[in-house]
Structure formats: C-alpha cells, structure tokens
C-alpha cells in the first residue's frame, strides 16, 4: 500500500476489558479494503492508517461501535476571533453544528466555543476550519482536551468504584459464612434462599458489563475475558440457584461467583489506577505549561490567558515564573532553566536574539520576548504530540503477546470442559468436576499479556521525555536495544556545530582583511556550515561583500563565481588539485594536523589559476563527546564517525574522541551508501546527525537519531530525537532501550507463567475460585506495576 496515500487518525475506545478486545477490534478494522490498525490496550486507542477513497471515517466507527464498543468523545474549547455580537456566535454555531456528530455552544462575552464531537469523525482542525470559513478566526484551548480526557477518565473510576463497594458489602456475608463453613461452625451458615438474594444482583446487576461484553465479544466472532468470568460465575451461579429452588441436598456456591465479580471488579480498579500512573510523564509536561502571560499591547501590560497568545505577541516574564510560549528575547538577560525539555539541570543563559521555549522557567532578570510558536506550534507542545503517539504505537515484541491473546480465550474454554469431563469421569463427583472447571475460567488472564508491552512502552517513552530523548514509535525504542555499530557525524554532532574562522593566510600582496573579503563575497550564496563561518568572521570586521555573477556549487566540495568579471575558485584542497592549480601541501597539513579544516581561495587567469590564501576554520568538540564515546564503547557498541572532511583533520578528531574507525571525505550523497555498505555486514546499525545532507542517511540506517539542534528534515527523518545538544543522549536513548525491553521479557515471562502454572493447579482441584478470582485480578497489577519501576531508571549521569 502506498502510505502516502493514507489519512492517520486516533480513536479512543471505551470498553475494552482485556487484550483479546483490543485484538478482536484490531482484526475487525484490518478487514477492511485500505485500512490498516493497531489498537493499544493499555492506552485505550486504536491507531488507523487509511484510504479516504476505499473506506470513510463513518464506517471505521460505525464497525466498533458494532463489534460491541464506544469511541469515547471529546470535548474542545475554541478561541474565537472577530465576533462582534450575538448574530456572529448564531453564524459560528450553524457552521460547527453542520459537521458530523457535533454540538456546540459559543459565549459571547468570553469569546470562546465548547464543542463535543467524536474523534474521528471529526478533528480539531476541521472545527476551526468550519469557524475560519465562516469569516472568523479560532484556535485551540489545548490544554482543555487533556483535561476533559483525565475528567472522564476520573468520572468513570468513580463510578466503577461505587459499583465495587456495592457488591463488596452485598459479597461480603457470603464471604463470611464460608469462613464459617471452614471453621466446622455450620449453626452461622446463611439460609440458601438469603445467599441467594445477596448474590443476584451482584451477578445480574454489577456483574451485568461481563454478560454484555461477553455477548458483543461472541457476536464478533472473538472471545475475551468478559466470556471467561460471565461463563464461570454463571456456572456457580446457576448451580446454586437450582439447588436452592429444588431444595437438594448439596452445598451451593453462590459466595464464589459473587466473589469472583467483586475480586475481578478490584483488580479492574487497581489496574486502572495503576494504567493512569504510566501517563504521569506527559500530564508533568501539560501542567508546566502556566495558564496566564503578561503581554505588551499599545504600551501596555496586561494578563490573559496564555491560549490566546499570538504570533509576534510581546510578553513580558518575571524572574521565577514559566515561558508561556515559544519565543526570541527582545530586551533583558537571564538564565533559564530548561530542565523539562532537555533534562539538562544547569540553566542556560539568555540574552537578546536567544531562543525561549513554552514552561522554561526564568531564573533571574526580567525578560522582554516576541512570541514565534503559539499553542500546538510550541517546542512542548511537539514533544507531548511525539511521546502520545510513542506510548500509543505498538513494538514488534507484541506480536506474539498479540497471537496468544487472539487464541487464548477458546483454548481455555477447552480446558476448562475438559476439566469438567475427565474430573467428573475420576471421580464421580460431579459439584467437585464444576467447581474446578470454574477455578480454570477464572484463574485464566489474558490481560496480563496485553498489558506486557504496552505498559513498559508508556513509562519507557515518558521516562525518555523527561531526560530529553524522543522517540518517534515503539519499535524504534525496541530497535534501539539491538544497536551494534553507531556511525556519528563529525559536524554539530561530535562537535558544537558552530566553526569558526581561526587562521587567515594570505598570498602575494593581499592582506587577511582583503583575503577575507574576497571569500566572504563568494560565500555569501551558500548554505554550508563552513561558509557561515566565514561569513559571520566578515560580519564580525565589519566587511562589504561584493556582488558576485555566475555562482555555482559543487556539493561537498566547493564553489565558483565571477567577483568583478574575474572567475574564482574557493573550496576544499582537492577541489582545487581538481582544477590543476599547485597548492602549499605542507601548509595545509600543518593546519590540518591541528583538526582544523582548509579552505583555499584561488582565482583564474588565462594562463592558470592562482591561490590567493588560506583559510582554517575549527569547530570546537563539544564537552561531552569523548565520554559519549567511551560510554557507547563501553556498552559494546562499535563506534565510527562518516564526515566529508578531510582525513589528516579527522585523523586528529578520531584521536582526540578514542574513534578508531572513520570515514573521510565522504560527499553528502554518498553517505547513505555508506551506511548501507556498514549495515550489509550484518551490524545493527545506528546513525547520528544533525543537518539536511544527513537525511537520508539516517533513513539508510536500522535506527537513527537526530540532535535536536540540527534541522527539521534531520529530526523528521530520524527514529529518535535528542533534544539536548549532546552526545551522551544517545547513551542515554540505548540504556533506557535495554531498560524498557527487560521489563517487557519480565512482564511477557510472568504472565506465561502465572497462566501455565495456573491453569493445571486449578484443573487438579488445588486452587479455590475465589483465590483464582483473586490472582486473576492481580495479575494484571503485578506486570503494571513492574513496568513502573521504569520510572526509577536512571541515566549513568543523573
């Protein structure tokens, strides 16, 4: 399928109990012509790539909402712009109510919409397109979803809490009488027709989701964990019930299927709760965000919400308060710590012309900025979309998880008859053969291994945000473990990215200023890192550049131009060997042996060319990268920087950072080959980078990394993103890689376990139903609760 073809979207699903839901939906929307799904249990959200030409929205909701479940809607709160009265929120009003599924209400007087649509159908950005082709302006209160989500989510926990306490009071006398029972004190056994009264409505009434979705779940064509409690309890219920109505002399178990619901409803709440923690990471970063801003309007300051913030809006921020967006500082100094974005501890200074990032905490001075991101624009914002759609998509190790679960819920079943048979066949006794048949439905679990991967994969991607690691999707966190070889870029990712001009050597009669000057003016048409250099060295002089004719590049190698009708030559040593003009070797290598790198400036007579000097520019390596290096060494990654440079200063780079492979000279276009060529030797393969000519490289690459620094191609192209300008990020990226896949192998073997030693116990009659209801609900808490332990890991730093 041509993905480019495809419109993405997120559903959020409400009702899923167990895996096999979550598979069941998965397999139901991937029959469909041109789509393709992946729906995360543990997050509650169903991914869907598909084609708008072959299936719409309506059908994707309409098959869940038949297969037994509900896309839980949303509520989003509007900015509005250009109202002038009550006609103009009637207009605003008609143009929302007109999409599919919404209702909306607009205050005039607050200038705001509340609209409730389903995800979907409808997006956030068709809202404020209905609004702007109405003649106005609109945009999100993006704080507002998060909220309306954690509030529904909180409603529906109290609910299932109250619902809890309900059966646990009515399971409770039932409970007591079969300690009773055990004790050999038969005078406090409850009447059969009072157990019986006490244990209906919990079977009936609380215990009524379990025949609901058992009954969606059969009807699709699947079966889940709902099938496996509705059809053990029932089998004790009914039991007990016939007992009791035809008065036969045999003991009833009207305490087990009572128990079995109020156990399985406290394991559901735990797991909720528990569920809720591995988001924490991302509602950290939504509460850092301040809900007001002090802006500068017609010399005036005033306070307002920081959602209605603008583009090129001033606002002003005092020492110790929060950055409400994105910006540039005007007027003032100070240092900001950026802790949240980067996880870098110390602050960073800031003076005019510096960048400031959304929830960045001011320090010090007083700080004027113009505001360049707002709302969903903002450097945060982007961070919190990056980890949501990380902690919603699924890993390659969940495949297996995935296949048992699909199958899991049948094969039980199958045990649990056949426990029935055979026990009843040995014994004779066939309340003794019930009894056990009903301990294997409901020791049985397949929420655990749902749970398994996705969990550890939410506070994994969390935990990755908060030391400023980013990663694009599960399976490039899994991949990140697997890596052998990392290939690093030299410029702006070994170094600091920022050359500067260190010596000038001129030739004949020209002074450094007149040298200087004649690069600068050929430079001034190129985008080179090397070429800013120089630039910024001519700015710095206060030099005129002279207009020049006929520019070209030569990638990765150098330029030429005509500067007053004369044709010049700048570029590399072996750029101008190509164009036969004689260069000083001994020179050039002493600069070289330094790290520095040179470039020549020459020009073109009738007769030959002439060098009219040197210019050496360094890039300063950055502090961190010899440890960087060690430690990525140390892990038993093998470790090779892939430059253009040339190899006498790569040579002495390599020395300096402990590299013992590299390659040198390396056009731009020619470093994915060379990715390719590493990866063809069977290494998993890593790439770090920064600028454009590493894109596709790190396309080439099993797993790519881009500095966060670098451009946005870079960081599109890239599988994770280090939002700190530092090497050791990627230390950082592969530790907690090979954290989070340990949790997972520890959650996929406990729940393998726990079901295959389990199911035979409760078959031969060794454990109760009720203890099995007990473990079942605990299980799934035990493999959450492991995986938030990720949130203790630590990098080797901290």
């Known amino acids: 399928m041509n993905s480019s073809l495809f419109k993405q979207i997120e559903l959020p699903i409400e009702g899923m109990t167990c895996a096999a839901c979550a598979a069941r939906i998965e397999k139901t929307l991937n029959k469909l012509s041109g789509v393709q799904a992946s729906v995360n249990f543990a997050n ?20 869940i909402e038949h297969a037994g479940f509900h896309i839980a809607p949303r509520t989003v709160r509007l900015q509005l712009h250009k109202m002038t009265c009550a006609a103009c929120a009637r207009h605003i009003e008609k143009a929302l109510t007109k999409l599919p599924a919404v209702t909306v209400t607009v205050n005039v007087t607050t200038e705001t919409a509340i609209v409730n649509f389903i995800p979907g159908l409808v997006t956030v950005g068709n809202l404020i397109d209905a609004v702007v082709k109405a003649g106005y302006e609109a945009n999100e209160i993006s704080e507002s979803g998060h909220a309306e989500e954690k509030a529904r989510r909180q409603a529906a926990y109290q609910a299932e809490l109250r619902l809890f306490w309900i059966s646990a009071i009515l399971t409770m006398p039932l409970v007591l009488q079969m300690g009773a029972m055990f004790s050999g004190n038969e005078m406090n056994m409850l009447p059969h027709w009072l157990q019986w009264l006490l244990a209906t409505p919990v079977q009936f009434w609380i215990g009524r989701r379990f025949y609901m979705g058992a009954w969606h779940s059969l009807r699709g064509g699947g079966a889940n964990m709902d099938v496996l409690v509705a059809l053990g309890t029932s089998m004790a219920y009914f039991f007990s019930a016939a007992v009791t109505l035809f008065g036969l002399d045999q003991h009833v178990y009207f305490e087990a299927s009572a128990a079995i619901i109020t156990l399985v409803l406290l394991g559901k709440l735990m797991e909720a709760r528990a569920k809720g923690k591995t988001s924490e990471a991302i509602e950290a970063l939504i509460k850092l965000q301040p809900k007001t801003a002090r802006i500068e309007r017609n010399g005036k300051i005033s306070e307002v919400p920081a959602s209605t913030l603008q583009v090129n809006d001033v606002f002003i921020v005092r020492p110790g308060e929060n950055l409400p967006v994105d910006g540039v500082v005007m007027e003032g100094s100070s240092s900001v710590n950026e802790s949240m974005l980067t996880g870098e501890s110390l602050p960073i200074g800031k003076q005019p012309g510096a960048k400031v990032f959304a929830a960045t905490v001011n320090q010090q001075g007083l700080l004027k900025c113009r505001a360049t991101s707002v709302g969903a624009q903002t450097q945060l914002a982007a961070i919190i979309h990056l980890v949501e759609e990380a902690q919603g998509s699924k890993a390659p190790i969940q495949r297996m998880a995935d296949t048992i679960s699909g199958i899991f819920v049948p094969i039980v079943v199958g045990i649990s008859i056949l426990t029935l048979c055979i026990t009843w066949w040995l014994t004779g006794g066939f309340v003794t053969a019930l009894i056990n048949a009903v301990a294997v439905l409901v020791i049985a679990c397949p929420c655990a291994l749902g749970l398994a991967t996705p969990t550890a994969i939410m506070v ?339």
């Open 44 to 63: 509650e959200k169903a991914h869907v790539n598909f084609d708008e030409n072959q299936v719409g929205t309506d059908t994707l909701v309409n098959v």
């Open 460 to 798: 994994g991607t969390g935990r990755g945000a908060q030391i400023g690691v980013l990663v694009k999707n599960a399976a490039a966190l899994e991949h990140a473990e697997k890596i052998q070889t990392v290939i690093i870029d030299k410029t702006g990712t070994l170094t600091e990215g920022k050359p500067e001009v260190t010596d000038i050597v001129p030739m004949e009669s020209l002074n450094e200023q007149g040298l200087l000057q004649i690069a600068a003016s050929l430079e001034q048409g190129s985008e080179h890192p090397l070429a800013r250099a120089v630039l910024e060295s001519a700015k710095k002089l206060q030099l005129q550049l002279q207009p020049i004719d006929d520019f070209v590049a030569i990638t990765g190698s150098g330029i030429t131009a005509r500067l007053h009708g004369i044709k010049y030559l700048l570029g590399s040593p072996k750029f101008l060997k190509q164009h036969n003009i004689a260069i000083d070797e001994q020179k050039i290598s002493s600069l070289q042996a330094e790290g520095k790198t040179v470039i020549v400036v020459a020009l073109i007579t009738k007769n030959a060319g002439k060098v009219l000097g040197y210019l050496a520019i360094a890039d300063q390596l950055r502090d961190t990268s010899f440890g960087a290096i060690k430690a990525l060494q140390s892990l038993g990654i093998e470790v090779i920087m892939l430059t253009g440079d040339n190899t006498v200063t790569v040579e002495t780079i390599a020395k300096r950072t402990g590299i013992t492979q590299y390659r040198a000279e390396v056009l731009p276009q020619d470093k994915a080959a060379e990715v390719t060529k590493i990866k063809a030797s069977g290494r998993f393969t890593a790439m770090v980078g920064d600028g454009i000519n590493d894109a596709p490289a790190l396309a080439a690459a099993d797993v790519s990394f881009a500095i966060g620094a670098g451009s946005d191609v870079a960081i599109e192209a890239a599988d994770i993103t280090l939002i700190r300008n530092d090497l050791m990020s990627v230390v950082d990226a592969i530790s907690l890689s090979r954290a989070t896949l340990r949790k997972i192998r520890q959650n996929l073997f406990f729940s393998f376990i726990y079901n295959i030693l389990g199911i035979p116990l409760a078959a031969i009659g060794m454990l109760n139903p009720v203890i099995a209801g007990a473990a079942m609900a605990m299980s799934s808490v035990s493999v959450i609760s492991n995986s938030l332990l990720l949130k203790r890991w630590q990098t080797n730093h901290e």
